[in-house]
């Protein structure tokens, strides 16, 4: 199992360029499905869980072949087996993403209930309801979700009216992809207003769908009878642009992140502002100056545009060391402060009540191992390696696959003294 072996104590100066966004090239390698013409699509990320839905749709019948670096070309002709399994659902939630284009446009779908990061309870059952509300047919049994909308090419989901309990980022995706084939009109009430919901819309709306609405909480669906190919450029990680800025902020360093914008990172710069960074926003690029110490910065995580709960960890790992002391207050999923513990093996003074994690800066942190237990969680641990004097070694680093291309070879290139080692 391989680790990452940090020496700390180097600020971060320089330049790298930033991924496409894993949390928009999944729902849009999911619409691929809804096509039986090759979609062309640039600029995806070569991470642990792309290779696991290109692998998910492969199975399904999907040809996949690679387009240069970072494009691929999909095509979705020969799908013939609408099943997502469990033993590659289990390591990535986005895999349920397939049950509303498979619905759409085969009439049926077999998915496993998913799995992926263990930071609390995700329910589908707002995906569930509004595909039922829709006409299909779903029940769960044995660990699958069986479900049945009358058969391909028939059209037989019809447009409604869903109003989901709550925010949800696939929830809303998944509806809106069942709905661009469906009869009739589809409004999504209360529909989550991310980024990475517009771009998977823009895609859409390349391949012939009509959709507006689409980065407001009141999202139309104007059903057509059939999508063609397209080519879409996947949209820059926000989540990735903001860890970088998090990891120069923290080490004291200057960075400049090319193919990335701060048109998405509001509420994330606002609070890097607090901190007493120095930022300048560019077309396509983002600088960040750190000043000589930051200083705490309190945030509580909610839906966009507030403060990303993706971001909730990096900001508690740059308040560690800080001046003064920070309120971080966990809105979303009640189960992402795992990560504290392990910032404290670290010499970091985090004190946990419930949601609220009051973070005390200390002067200095000290290195030594300590174990990744989410995605965003491992990030912090890197931030936290960066800071801290000595060695830190940073176990089960795979959930960092998941979501950070090349993570070790962009931290090299702004002078970390970063490796993998198995």
Not at 32 to 37: A, G, I, R, W
Not at 380 to 403: F, K, N
């Amino acid at each position: 199992m391989d680790k990452l072996l940090i020496q700390g104590g180097v600020p971060l100066t320089g330049e790298i360029a930033i991924s496409g966004a894993k949390n928009a090239a999944l729902p849009i390698l999911c619409a691929c499905l809804l096509t039986s013409e090759p979609m062309h699509l640039t600029n995806v990320p070569r991470l642990k869980d792309i290779s696991t839905m290109l692998r998910l749709i492969e199975q399904m019948g999907v040809t996949v072949s690679r387009d240069g670096a970072n494009g691929l070309v999909v095509d979705s002709r020969g799908l013939d087996k609408p099943l997502a399994p469990y033993d590659m659902v289990k390591t990535m939630r986005a895999s349920i993403l397939v049950l509303g284009p498979l619905l759409a446009r085969y009439g049926e779908a077999r998915v496993s209930l998913p799995g992926g990061c263990a930071i609390g309870a995700r329910p589908v059952e707002q995906h569930i309801r509004g595909l039922q509300a829709m006409g299909a047919e779903i029940h769960v049994e044995q660990g699958y979700i069986q479900a049945k909308a009358g058969g391909a090419g028939k059209r037989s989901l019809s447009g409604t009216c869903v109003v989901t309990d709550m925010v949800t980022v696939t929830g809303t995706e998944n509806l809106m992809m069942a709905a661009v084939l469906a009869k009739g009109e589809t409004i999504i009430e209360n529909a989550a207003r991310e980024p990475e919901v517009v771009d998977l819309a823009n895609c859409l709306v390349s391949m012939g769908a009509q959709i507006s609405g689409a980065g407001t909480d009141k999202i139309r669906i104007r059903g057509v009878k059939r999508l063609h190919g397209a080519t879409h450029r996947i949209m820059a990680d926000r989540i990735e642009t903001g860890t970088y800025l998090c990891a120069a902020a923290a080490s004291g360093g200057s960075v400049r992140l090319t193919g990335t914008s701060a048109a998405y990172l509001d509420a994330v710069v606002d609070k890097l502002l607090d901190a007493g960074c120095d930022i300048v926003a560019e077309r396509e690029a983002i600088r960040l100056t750190a000043p000589s110490r930051l200083k705490a910065v309190s945030i509580r995580t909610s839906p966009y545009p507030a403060f990303p709960t993706d971001m909730q960890a990096q900001f508690m790992a740059i308040n560690c060391v800080a001046e003064g002391s920070a309120v971080i207050r966990e809105t979303i999923f009640e189960n992402r402060f795992m990560h504290a513990v392990e910032l404290i093996r670290l010499g970091a003074d985090i004190r946990i009540d419930a949601s609220n994690a009051m973070v005390t800066g200390v002067d200095r942190l000290e290195g030594a191992t300590v174990m990744a237990t989410d995605l965003r969680a491992s990030a912090s641990l890197v931030i936290a390696g960066l800071v801290a004097q000595g060695e830190t070694l940073i176990d089960r680093i795979y959930h960092l696959d998941r979501g950070y291309e090349a993570i070790e070879e962009k931290l090299s290139q702004l002078g970390a003294r970063v490796r993998r080692v198995r």
